[in-house]
């Protein structure tokens, strides 16, 4: 048997984890998509603290420190967690909404336009 990992995990057997463990503990009471959302941009503030006040640079070589990676790994969990979470509550397909984000993402950001650059889009 392979290990779990992403090649091999379907995002539907993710979401089911996260709405087993929520029903398992009787908390859909408490997952209004209000108080889900608030609790993602909570675990996203967690999650940039491990980034703050590094550079560009040292914020790379932080996937070379296995005990820092392992923290960044559990609050990045945990802002997927809440996002399944949020999908789950909202009857959201998660593979549909991020296939037509990508597809308005390339329309704004056309790549032989900002290939290697950044800039705002023109309104």
Known sequence: ???????????????QIVADFVA???WSQFHAPKNVSMA?????????EHFQWLT???SRDLADD???LAAI???L???IGYSFALANELG????SAIRAKMIKNAEKYPAEKYRGRYERPTK
């Not at 941009?41 to 999650?47: G, N, P, V, Y």
Request: a negative charge; hydrophobic letters at 40%; glycine letters at 2%.
């Open 66 to 68: 296995p005990e820092k």
């Open 1 to 15: 048997m392979f290990p779990m990992s992403d090649s091999n995990t379907t995002v539907a057997e993710l979401r």
């Open 40 to 48: 993602l941009a909570i675990e996203a503030a967690e999650l940039m």
């Open 56 to 58: 560009t640079e040292a």
């Open 73 to 75: 790994g559990e609050e």
């Open 24 to 26: 398992e503990r009787d």
């Open 77 to 79: 969990a945990d802002v």
């Open 92 to 95: 959201l397909d998660i593979s």
